[in-house]
């Protein structure tokens, strides 16, 4: 796999140490290049002596499965020099989008194209992920604010306009380039906001979720912030409702969840806490209806890493396989 | 004071200490009379050997200023008993709501009365607090919450209809009582939400605070969260805005809060961070519009103890008592 | 399994789901009878709706495997009426004690017993749990403890007398009662010391572990810590050593650690962090010399709730049951 | 001052700005010269504008009071522009030191000089710092461990030989430099060991302050950890110790603390908690003696960037400008 040292991809090796179908190739990352695996991700004991070798074609050939986790832009041109037999799953974005407009608007340069998105909970979603071979895994955030709203568009309970997403990320989801902002000094004890007013590139992909699963026009104001903890998104959000109660509400929840075998609609009452799923890839969610207020408010948890990223890289890769879909995960997480 | 072994008892005396015009008086609690004020707060060596009275109006008379930081509806019998020169601080909810029917629906009980609110940014409310002998310190959730919305308000910018509130706090705003789902191991490296649907208390208040500053039939949709931190509150609100731009709104900002001693607007393109106000009576606040989704986005932090309750409680007792309103009060945050 | 609703009966749980031999049978909890165990321990959703029995022999019969995670002194009662054919494990402190009087001493109750000690990396002591029915995990820092000087004691390059240990713990180590000083608002941003002075219950422990690797009149200082995370102990331990430099110290923990699946020597310069082993059966290590100090330093990492508890529970289990000693067990920790 | 966007430097600036006699003069800091204070310190509105200069003499001269708070090394080029009329304050290494070759062994360059040192609790240390116009201020490890010892050496308690010091840093004594193991992503939930083995630069000053207490030929093992937390250290200091109880040890920490302004030994049985002192220029110990072990066992906290940096450099100031020692200062911590 392609970008080996980083946090995706750590965990990317996290899950396929641990996956039963799977052997380990070859580790490639650009800057560690020529170091020991350990020294970067000292979690994974018996992968520690492992050499990282550059992100090269070359380095990559000859793979039943490629795992791409590199910044964004730089799998296209890796992807083009692997060939046709290998299933590619590329952990970033370059391949998520559907509209080269917005690809450009968000991320300033040229469209790669688009793959197969790996969502396996979208309708319809498996039989495509089941004949491909090249994967775009979802982003974070939009995987959480889709899980959480599709039983409500697929039901047509809302419209998909006006949703508000208020999301706490763990710091991890920014990466391991040490940045000033995401010392540990910074963040203990600490929240804050990033991203505000629509700037953050998981928009166009949160809205192309929603008009898949039915919204027209569909609009969203997103807001991230960052939390004083390395794993986990909890998403609240809400959209316009009226003529439907809570319990209708629920019982959409219940019907669409009822045989995922990922996704958890928690009981009445009960309200999500994000390291319920730490380090695995169930999502858990739950739901009701303010009145007063005139919106549906749900919230949602997943671990970014696990279910958010490499997670749900390899539910995926699974489908794509052939392998049962939860080969190699699991949806209990190591709490407390 | 009363309530003094508790988070907001033991924040008003951690100002007190420290301000030049105030001697500590009585220390009062009621499940802890009898310790010594030193083992439940041993970050105030000077008052560590101090004895823990219990809350009998006997202890609490021959002060000219008394803090109650009760249980809700422990506030009212005790404030009856004082006699009408104390000036009588109530850092609890049982003052704070006009509407008794409001206060039994969330509360569940019979309303004591109003008392004037202890928010002095309020148009108008610093005359009232100043004449007063009895003051009902605001809620953390809407001090911040009315901040981070009065100059749009003010300004005629938006209705007060169809606001969004998810909003992360510290877990010293639950209490100091001892409750499973409180402990370290439940919270580390977790978020969690509660109280969603509209079923928290601060609703009621943050509707009536919308509407004291010009909103007709406000309606709010208020999330809160928990986050892996002892203090602080960042909250992210949205609201319909149309036909006006981020620099009108930022201009709106600027103006209301330029003379405000502890309200800041950052500089654009900086978002707040909660701990930039820990352990100060600061409020930090950003705001900018979506034109996408239609909405004005404002992120405002506070201290929930400090500038949300006890920080907030000695500004407005500075008013009522004649002194500089910043006397024994800072803007600067513990940081990092 | 008895106390399933506490942290250390949680863990084991969470093990046992994701053990290939394990069906999980009857789980019972004191205080928390008659509940659904989705309410305790949401991130074991397939467990979710299991009805919580309460702490009966009868509720515990006719398992071929009970864990015991009880209160100290409630497990000796409860495993003299389960069955001689039933393995017993025992998660609590009542039958680790070889000598009555430290029991007496430190417990303060009559001394219930002495069982096969949980601790596979004990010379021998693989052979004792391969032939018992009856099993007494070991403390967490007990088994952080005994890892750290291990090679140290059995190459004979210490004598085990004058060992000062400093070892910070995750809160989860003291367990799920909800008392105020394990309120995450007293923990966050915050280290503590308690127990000091030789107080604290695993002393005793701990000076029978050195004796029985070869020390004479062993005696140790040890300080426990409580540090602002949930999981994890980060043990600092030092002994007099002179005459042997950091490089047969490396050389004796090399060989003694080369075999075990779950113990390793980390590469020279890395030293170990708790989070490298977060939910995970391992145990990292490093170790050196002070010159000038004439002092050995050892410093070990496990997570207290796994290889400190539940894991080791299960790993001495399978030694038991006669299975391979790592099935359902993993060295991979969660990280970052 | 010079350093002002680094976390010492900007705790100067925290406290100097409620400081009742400075007023605040240039700030410099070299990589971030031309820009605003304001993004590097949110947390001080007041100097939110401030531009921040280059660090050359000619930004520094004509003050009354500059503060250096930079590199290793940095400080000396510069004071040495410095007019002798001006206090220099070096927050830095440069001149703790007595012995060049000690300087040399641990920093690797040629030594600068020594300059009267920072910590007035030392015997004797006041009337040097009145009478200076340059001051090293001490490093956070060595006024944590230094004072927890003084009391037991000055009273000959112990000999200052065998001492073992395992002590918890909160990050931000790592400074503002973006490292990867610095990142809040590898720190949450996590405790770590570095410079273990008598590699840490404190260790020279730790025994060079042994010494001025009277110790002959002292040695320490001195492990360092870092804590998720931002600010704090908690330091566990034993030293062998016979024939001297409890009481009389207790007797001596109360005799030596008993006028000290910001010392306080804690009651009988209260183990301090960094968070006690948080924000605030408080030292809190608490001691006994271990009969078993044969050790004297001190735990000492304070804020490694308060008491331990910025605030030992105002308590020297102002003992060398003639103002009373506490001036603008504070025991109280910022709790919880």
Redesign the interface.
């Given at each position: 796999m392609a970008g080996c040292t980083g946090?995706a991809g750590?965990e990317v090796l996290?899950l396929a140490?641990?996956h039963p179908e799977l052997t380990i190739g070859n580790l490639t990352a650009h800057s560690n290049a020529g170091t020991?695996l350990?020294?970067h991700?000292?979690?994974?004991?018996?992968l520690?002596d492992r050499e990282v070798l550059d992100t090269t074609p070359d380095n990559l050939a000859g793979h039943d499965v490629v795992f791409l986790a590199l910044p964004h832009g730089a799998s296209a041109p890796i992807a083009a020099e692997l060939g046709a037999d290998t299933l590619v799953i590329d952990c970033g974005a370059d391949f998520r989008l559907i509209d080269p407009a917005q690809w450009t608007k968000f991320y300033g340069s040229e469209h790669a194209g688009t793959w197969p998105y790996g969502l396996p909970e979208l309708p319809g979603q498996r039989a495509k992920l089941a004949a491909t071979k090249q994967i775009a895994v979802p982003g974070c955030y939009p995987t959480n604010v889709t899980l959480s709203l599709l039983p409500a568009l697929t039901h047509g309970l809302i419209t998909g306009q006006?949703i508000?997403v208020?999301a706490?990320s763990?710091?991890?989801g920014?990466g391991?380039a040490?940045?000033?902002h995401?010392?540990?000094?910074?963040?203990?004890?600490?929240?804050?906001?990033?991203g505000?007013?629509?700037m953050h590139r998981h928009?166009p992909e949160i809205l192309q979720n929603l008009s898949l699963l039915g919204a027209t026009d569909p609009?969203?104001?997103?807001?991230p912030?960052l939390?004083?903890?390395?794993?986990?998104i909890?998403a609240?959000v809400?959209a316009?409702i009226s003529g439907v109660g809570?319990a209708d509400v629920r019982a959409a929840y219940a019907d669409s969840y009822a045989d995922e075998p990922f996704c958890?609609l928690?009981?009445p009452g009960?309200?999500?806490?994000?390291?319920?799923?730490?380090?695995?890839n169930?999502f858990?969610v739950?739901v009701?209806?303010?009145?007063?207020?005139?919106?549906l408010?749900a919230?949602g948890?997943l671990d970014n890493l696990t279910k958010g990223t490499a997670g749900g890289a390899i539910q995926s890769m699974n489908l794509a396989l052939g392998l049962p879909e939860t080969t190699g995960l699991?949806?209990?997480?190591?709490?407390?």
């Open positions: 946090y750590g996290r140490a641990a020991k350990g020294e991700l000292p979690n994974l004991p018996q520690a006006d508000t208020a706490a763990g710091t991890s920014a391991k040490a940045k000033p995401l010392l540990g000094s910074e963040l203990f004890n600490s929240m804050s906001a990033y505000v007013g629509g928009v609009t969203v104001s997103f807001t912030m939390a004083p903890m390395s794993r986990g909890l609240v809400t316009p809570a958890r928690l009981p009960q309200w999500p806490a994000s390291k319920s799923v730490l380090g695995s169930g858990q739950q009701t209806v303010d009145e007063a207020a005139g919106r408010v919230v948890v699991s949806a209990i997480g190591v709490a407390p």
